[in-house]
């Protein structure tokens, strides 16, 4: 299992949320992180999930 970031912001630059989880590889983090987002109404907030190397996985502006 990998540890990937999840982070989403408010248009004033305010972080709504951060948080870390794990997945078995990029994909299945991907997948996970659009969840979360959505659980939370977030999807169309500022938000990107980066990968334990750094890999943009999840990206909004």
Known sequence: MKTYKLTAFES????????SFQAEHDDAAKE?????????N????THRCTSPSGKLLLFHS
Do not use: C, I, S
């Not at 977030?42 to 907030?45: F, G, H, Q, Y």
């Open 12 to 19: 004033n630059g305010e972080k709504v949320l951060d948080e």
């Open 32 to 40: 996970l992180g659009q969840k979360m987002l959505a659980d939370k």
């Open 42 to 45: 977030l999807l169309e907030r």
